[in-house]
């Protein structure tokens, strides 16, 4: 069973940094495109930012500058940069991957992690 685990989350003042991370665990056979969403509370979940296996990035116009997603491979991991945050940025965090996976059979499939949450205080 796939897994996405996410940490780094927490409280910071205006101006602030933190960095997300999340690991992939589990029958991984490949990992294609990892992402970061966040969610506002009664509001949809928005990208935030992508990158592909080969380490093309996407990023949304509201964090451009802000923002750097990375990842690392062999770790199975994807990480995101957050710098000069807002509090507008206050959401939950939400890691996100395209994984193929299965041992006797292997099949691609989206996962969500269980989210971390980011706060601004102005």
């Known amino acids: 069973q796939v897994q996405l685990v996410e940490s780094g989350g927490g409280l910071v003042q205006a101006g602030g940094s933190l960095r997300l991370s999340c690991a992939a665990s589990?029958?991984?056979?490949?990992?294609?495109?990892m992402g970061w969403y966040r969610q506002v509370l009664g509001l949809q979940r928005g990208l935030v930012a992508t990158i592909s296996r080969q380490g093309s990035t996407n990023y949304a116009d509201s964090v451009k500058g802000r923002f750097t997603i990375s990842r690392d491979n062999a770790k199975k991991t994807v990480y995101l940069q957050l710098n000069s945050l807002e509090p507008g940025d206050t959401a939950v965090y939400y890691c996100?991957?395209?994984?193929?996976?299965?041992?006797?059979?292997?099949?691609?499939?989206?996962?969500w992690g269980q989210g971390t949450q980011v706060t601004v205080s102005s």
């Open positions: 589990g029958s991984i056979v490949g990992i294609e495109t």
């Open positions: 996100n991957a395209d994984i193929a996976s299965g041992t006797t059979r292997v099949l691609l499939s989206n996962y």
